[in-house]
């Protein structure tokens, strides 16, 4: 089993440079793929990006375009997401989420966060 907590969402204006964090608990941490997914309203949750807690490859959806970037802290079991010069259009649920191996599939990911909320204001 593995356990996810995400925090670091709220309301931002646009601009703003806020950081997301999952702290991952459980025995097969090490040997996971972390990702960050987004939901917005009315809309399926989307792939952001994926590390490799081990190696540390990364791996983006193309709408990021070098806004974000995934990292991780292995001595703390987080890994964050940082994001850059957000837009109103990134509103949305912000989720960790965790695999075996490095892809953007959604059904590939067996263990979810309770998702946090980034409101991005205008």
């Known amino acids: 089993q593995v356990q996810l907590v995400e925090s670091g969402g709220g309301v931002v204006q646009a601009g703003a440079s806020p950081r997301l964090s999952c702290v991952a608990s459980?025995?097969?941490?090490?040997?996971?793929?972390m990702g960050w997914f987004r939901q917005a309203p009315g809309k399926e949750r989307e792939f952001v990006a994926a590390i490799g807690w081990s190696d540390g490859i990364t791996y983006y959806a193309d709408f990021v375009k070098g806004r974000f970037t995934i990292s991780r802290d292995n001595a703390k079991n987080t890994v964050y997401l940082q994001m850059n010069s957000l837009e109103p259009e990134d509103t949305a649920v912000y989720y960790c989420?965790?695999?075996?191996?490095?892809?953007?599939?959604?059904?590939?990911?067996?263990?979810w966060g309770q998702g946090t909320q980034v409101t991005v204001s205008s």
């Open positions: 989420a965790a695999t075996s191996y490095l892809t953007s599939s959604r059904n590939a990911y067996g263990y």
């Open positions: 459980g025995r097969t941490v090490s040997s996971a793929v």
